[in-house]
C-alpha cells in the first residue's frame, strides 16, 4: 500500500484544514487508518484513528472535538478535518495503515504503511 498525504499549509488559529490521504497499490478497507503528528524536538503521537469500515473512531484528547477523521473507502481515501486549529496542532502529519490492537491505536509500531507526511503551521 502506498499512502500520499496532502493538504497541509499555514492556517491561522480558529480557521479550518482538511488534510487528505490517498492510497494506492490496494484496497485500504482491509486497514485502520490513522492520522499522526511529530513536532520538531518531539516524538510521533497518535492524533486519530478510524476503524476498517468507518463505525468507530479514535481522538487523542487533544484534538478531541475539534478534528474529525473519516474515510472513504470508494475512494481509498482517508480525510481529516482540522476546526479551530491551534498554534500547537503545528507539527508534520502522517496517515498510516496497519491493524493495531484497541489498546496500541496510538502506537506507530502498530502500522506497517506509512504517508510521507505534510506540514500544517498553525499561526497568525
Known amino acids: 500500500v502506498q499512502l500520499q498525504a496532502s493538504g497541509g499549509g499555514l492556517v491561522q488559529p480558529g480557521g479550518s484544514l482538511r488534510l487528505t490521504c490517498a492510497a494506492s497499490?490496494?484496497?485500504?478497507?482491509?486497514?485502520?487508518i490513522a492520522w499522526f503528528r511529530q513536532a520538531p524536538g518531539k516524538e510521533r503521537e497518535g492524533v486519530s484513528c478510524?476503524?476498517?469500515?468507518?463505525?468507530?473512531?479514535y481522538y487523542d484528547d487533544s484534538v478531541k472535538g475539534r478534528f474529525t477523521v473519516s474515510r472513504d473507502n470508494a475512494k481509498n481515501t482517508l480525510y481529516l478535518q482540522m476546526s479551530s486549529p491551534k498554534p500547537e496542532d503545528t507539527a508534520v502529519y502522517y496517515c498510516?495503515?496497519?491493524?493495531?490492537?484497541?489498546?496500541?491505536?496510538?502506537?506507530?509500531?502498530?502500522?506497517?504503511?506509512w504517508g510521507q507526511g505534510t506540514q500544517v503551521t498553525v499561526s497568525s
Open positions: 478510524i476503524s476498517r469500515s468507518g463505525g468507530r473512531s
Open positions: 497499490g490496494s484496497t485500504l478497507d482491509n486497514y485502520d
Open positions: 498510516a495503515a496497519g491493524r493495531p490492537v484497541l489498546s496500541s491505536i496510538g502506537d506507530p509500531r502498530m502500522y506497517y504503511y
